[in-house]
């Protein structure tokens, strides 16, 4: 049965002020940047960095003394994991999570650092999810879904009622997917008092199993293929998601990596965010898309779980694919000035030299030789397009690395 409104406001209730309300925040820069009025909905402040806490606690608090006595096991990579593990803590109960031994460092150790038994097993999560169902059969422990429970969805359509309150004429809400159950819940929240409100759905262009279910109107599962958005990542949809979404939403696009990369970029530099590539997925599609034009959008961000190795990569990412990082390969004689010839003519356009990297021994070098690669910071397209130029008109031979 799906959640109604009554369930929404009934869950929302329940959260007992452990549950933040997350900001809603305008932002002038990506006003600018989409041609709309963009307000971010900064689900990625709530506790345990995600809007994956709101489910769990809700479904956790509303068990019954039995159950809670036998504890409760979920599967997950991330997010839904950190949600069910300090879900669990607050309501002192056994709490077991089954994570894929691929699962980043990082999660694993703050999901054990909230309480909970972890077990790796599975190289995936439906390997994860199969282990999960076992432990529950053997020991009684309560399965917390991470989207396809109608309670869960209950939950989450607070944050669709909390944009409402805080910007009751909003226009467009895009929201990510994966299972769907922060959509659905948004969708019933927003629906049953605002229809007109659009809702769009923002899948990644490697996982689009939600899109192609809607248009089958049945349940479609997709290999996928890899994508940044792990979060995002779901082969097939829920059951009870697919339901509502298929009933209610407007409409559903997709976004490929190097959109989220850059998106995650800009919210650092622009507007100090930390946000995960699913979270990130929404703007990612306003900024590449620039679909409503002088309307109120809110996309909603859903999380701001990222490991540190990656958003290391992010910045080097970013940065290149807005041709603010040029790297260069040229190959010089070996002798006194060659390397100097070339740095004047670089910084005659005032492009700054982040890193030098000189190669005589490789055996790709010719004797007499030296391979140098040049990593360089300039303002942006336009100026890495007048350096490429600039070198050209010296006959200057060099290889584009990025």
């Known amino acids: 049965m799906n959640p109604s409104y009554e369930d929404v406001v009934k869950n929302r209730n329940s959260y007992n002020n452990i549950i933040r309300k997350t900001p809603l925040v305008y932002s002038e820069t990506f006003s600018k940047m989409t041609g709309s009025k963009v307000y971010l909905k900064a689900e990625f402040a709530q506790k345990t960095g995600s809007f994956k ?87 009684g ?17 607070a944050v669709g009622l909390e944009i409402l309150e805080d910007l009751p004429d909003v226009d467009e809400i895009y929201v990510p997917i994966g299972g769907g159950g922060l959509a659905a819940g948004i969708l019933v929240a927003v629906k049953s008092k605002r229809p007109k409100v659009k809702v769009i759905g923002v899948e990644s262009q490697a996982f689009t199993a939600m899109k192609n279910s809607v248009k089958a109107n049945r349940l479609q599962s997709v290999k996928g293929s890899s994508t940044i958005a792990d ?53 990612a599609y306003l900024l590449s898309a620039k679909p409503s034009p002088n309307k109120k959008v809110v996309p909603v961000l859903g999380g ?44 005659s356009l005032s492009v700054n030299i982040v890193e030098v990297t000189h190669d005589r021994l490789s055996s790709e070098i010719d004797a007499g030789a030296a391979g140098v690669t040049l990593s360089l910071e300039t303002e942006g397209k336009e100026h890495a397009q007048k350096l490429i130029a600039h070198l050209k008109s010296k006959n200057i031979q060099f290889k584009l690395l990025t």
């Not at 422990?141 to 359509?157: C, E, L, M």
């Not at 990082?325 to 190959?331: G, S």
Request: with cysteine; hydrophobic share 45%; aromatic share 4%.
């Open 231 to 283: 979060g995002i990542a779901v082969k097939m949809p829920g059951k009870n998601t697919f339901k509502i979404i298929n009933e209610l939403m407007d409409e559903i696009v997709t976004v490929d990596d190097t959109e989220i990369v850059k998106t995650m970029f800009l919210l650092m530099e622009r507007v100090k965010m930390v946000v995960e590539p699913a979270g990130a997925a929404p703007l």
């Open 53 to 139: 806490l709101r489910g769990p606690y809700a479904k956790i608090r509303s068990l019954s003394p039995d159950e809670k006595k036998h504890g409760v096991i979920a599967a997950s990579a991330g997010n839904h994991a950190q949600g069910v593990a300090y879900a669990s803590k607050l309501e002192k109960i056994p709490c077991t999570i089954v994570m894929p031994v691929t699962a980043s460092p990082a999660k694993v150790a703050a999901t054990r650092g909230y309480g909970a038994n972890v077990i790796l097993e599975g190289v995936n999560y439906d390997e994860s999810w199969a282990r999960a169902q076992q432990i529950s059969k053997k020991t």
């Open 304 to 347: 701001g779980n990222v490991d540190m190795y990656l958003l290391g990569q992010i910045v080097s990412k970013g940065l290149a694919a807005m041709s603010r990082l040029v790297k260069i390969f040229i190959l010089l004689k070996d002798k006194p000035g060659a390397l100097k010839e070339v740095v004047d003519e670089i910084a």
């Open 141 to 157: 422990a309560k399965i917390i879904h991470a989207f396809d429970d109608p309670q869960i969805i209950a939950a989450n359509g």
